[in-house]
């Protein structure tokens, strides 16, 4: 039974991992209309969509790997310290953009009453 539910599970995770690089793809083609999950700078989107890219492949790879009984090698490792500071650098622009953005909007709504 135990079997099945792993099988599953890494199922489950292959999904998951297919589903980042679609969400990735979408983001750096279309930067301009990002996905809900990250607004920001053009540069910005691009640079999530590709760390999503990114592990998205590598979650995938990993999974399939050990679901054929091998064991998954360094470059997974490498491609996601590759990724993660393109997804998390990103996230910190995307919100230090929005912070400015709405600091300006406050200081033009401010300027047009006085």
Known sequence: MTEVFDRAVDLLV?????????????????????????????????????????????????????MAGGQPGWPTDVIRWVAGPLVVGSIVTAIVAGRRQRRRARTVKGGQQG
């Open 14 to 66: 292959v999904a998951m991992g297919l589903g980042c690089v679609w969400l990735g793809c979408r983001a750096v083609l279309r930067p301009r209309r990002p996905p809900e999950p990250i607004q920001g700078p053009v540069w910005g989107v691009r640079a999530w969509g590709l760390g999503f890219v990114l592990l998205g492949i590598s979650l995938a790879v990993e999974t399939v790997t050990s």
